[in-house]
């Protein structure tokens, strides 16, 4: 049976009154202010503690974010460097504000971002918070409730250090892409109540953790199973419930689920809920992206304390010797590209609507697919992919050699981080379970499978460094430029990197085993010049 309940949802970034929603939306303590503006920028180290409270910042120039550190040519001001990129960029940024931070004492605050390249130290109010070095490419967040005074303006100092550092991939290199610079992806100020929802990367059970164990194209029904986890930093138990209402494009909520639990203090609670669709169910897929919300709720005592809200495109993905890969029971061909987020001049520091413009642009052209070579990519982009109809095959940030004990750490745990903020959107379908020409990295797979046992991993592969099976990654995949051998056909080929022309493609077309092909940035010029009837 379905609910026709009428519930209109905006972004969890605005205050129920400040979207100007409707009576019985639920007005939570939870606030997300996005701190792009106002910031002031240093390029370069110096003496001088520039994190101190009265420091003087006038004379710095004033900059939004995303930032790169330095504006570049075309032809990248003439740089010679190798491919371990040992000067280019190699540099650190100094960034300063002011925050203000609500009146309430009995809230938490954040500083949440998206990505950094590649070691961010923060203080507030002339205190260090803490650092992240996992890598550039990596979200994170600092908990700075016990630096702030509430109800005031408060000075926040950031020292991003794009230096290179052998412990952080893809250093120490030799990578074929170049890595930018910079605070170059969005930054959010996060205020929530004591009890709150926790951010997604935290653990492999954080946050709220969307699955659907079932799929029936057939039937028209699907099971969906939610993991909500709730941290209560209060000094005392509290009685909490979460209500999860999976809602409709038209606003109509079709399933509703909640349970309740005693919370106790300094500890997490998991929250496990599952229920179904089990009629009129709209599926997700390349031609009708269908997106359903999952609006989630934690309420202490009857008191809305927290509310977040997930995508949820429903979808089944399977492979069989006779069809090749179909999505919701119909065959489908991958034809797709691979992606750096680079642009010309701004290098990395990309603003959401051109990721987006990327993706709307790919589409045009008869893509389907992406492969987020060789690093995790921007939620923007993932969000895109969600909303047009894009698969997306991604992977932790690295190229073809390996590292130290605590490069492999950093990566894994890369790994792990990019699995758990984008495990919620349908349109990932593959993790890279390999390292660019390596093929099959056991301890990558592992690690991806643990966090994420339903989607596939992939082997990355290059003819040059000989031909390998899929071994214990779900796909083989590899570089496709000279024509993989015939007896590859024994197992499921995808190639992340190939050739092109009627021989290439009629190959693929031919084989369900072989299930599709990503072409490389060069390839695709040649792509949209036939496309366009040009010969080059």
Not at 290 to 319: A, H, M, Q, S, W
Request: glycine fraction near 8%; include cysteine; charged fraction near 20%.
């Amino acid at each position: 049976m379905v609910l026709f309940l009428f519930l209109f949802v905006a972004s969890s970034q605005l205050t129920a009154q400040d979207a100007g929603l409707p009576e019985g939306y639920p007005e939570t303590p939870r606030k997300i202010t996005c701190m792009n503006a106002g910031w002031r920028f240093h390029l370069g180290d110096a003496e001088g503690a520039f994190y101190g409270i009265d420091f003087d910042d006038s004379q710095w120039v004033t900059i939004n974010v995303p930032h790169t550190l330095k504006l570049t040519s075309l032809a990248l001001d003439g740089c010679q460097d190798d491919s371990t990129q040992p000067t280019f960029h190699r540099n650190v940024g100094w960034y300063r504000r002011f925050i203000d931070v609500d009146g309430s004492a009995n809230k938490k605050v954040f500083l949440e971002f998206e990505g950094a390249h590649q070691v961010t130290d923060a203080w507030v109010n002339g205190k260090h918070v803490g650092q992240h070095a996992i890598g550039g490419y990596t979200p994170f967040h600092f908990d700075i409730t016990t630096y702030v005074t509430p109800g005031k303006a408060n000075q926040v100092t950031l020292l991003v250090d794009n230096r290179r550092r052998d412990d952080i991939p893809p250093d120490p290199g030799p990578f074929d892409y170049i890595k930018f610079s910079g605070l170059y992806r969005d930054v959010y100020l996060v205020e929530t109540d004591r009890i709150h929802i926790t951010f997604p990367w935290e653990e492999r059970f954080a946050g709220v953790l969307i699955t659907t164990p079932s799929v029936d194209p057939l039937n028209g029904t699907a099971t969906i199973d939610i993991k909500t986890v709730v941290r209560n930093e209060q000094d005392k138990p509290q009685k909490c419930s979460v209500l999860t209402r999976i809602i409709d494009k038209d606003g109509c909520v079709v399933l509703r689920m909640n349970n309740s639990a005693i919370v106790v203090p300094a500890s997490d609670k998991l929250f496990s809920q599952c229920g179904g669709i089990e009629e009129n169910l709209h599926l997700w897929s390349c031609d009708d992206p269908y997106l359903y919300r999952v609006n989630t709720t934690v309420f202490c005592e009857g008191i809305p304390v927290d509310c977040l809200e997930n995508p949820l495109g429903i979808r089944k993905l399977e492979l069989n010797r006779h069809d090749g890969l179909l999505l919701n029971g119909k065959p489908i061909e991958i034809i797709g590209v691979n992606r750096h987020q680079h642009y010309p001049y701004i290098g990395d520091a990309v603003p959401n609507s051109l990721h987006f413009k990327d993706i709307l642009q790919l589409k045009e052209l008869g893509m389907n697919t992406i492969r987020t070579a060789h690093y995790t990519q921007d939620n923007a982009l993932i969000n895109a992919c969600d909303q047009l109809g894009m698969l997306v095959y991604e992977e932790a940030p690295s190229w073809i050699n390996f590292g130290s004990e605590k490069w492999f750490a950093n990566l894994e745990e890369a790994a792990r981080r990019m699995v758990r903020n984008h495990r919620n959107h349908p349109s990932i379908v593959v993790w890279g379970g390999g390292i660019n020409h390596r093929g099959t990295v056991p301890r990558l797979h592992y690690a991806i499978k643990e966090e994420d046992p339903v989607r596939w991993t992939a082997s990355n592969n290059s003819e040059w460094a000989g031909f390998q099976g899929s071994g214990i990654c779900d796909l083989y995949s590899n570089m496709d430029y000279a024509g993989v051998p015939d007896w590859t056909e024994k197992e499921y080929l995808l190639a992340m990197e190939g050739g092109r022309g009627p021989r290439v493609i009629s190959k693929y077309k031919a084989d369900p085993l072989r299930l599709g092909m990503l072409l490389d940035r060069a390839r695709l010029l040649q792509f949209q010049a036939a496309q366009a009837g040009i010969s080059r």
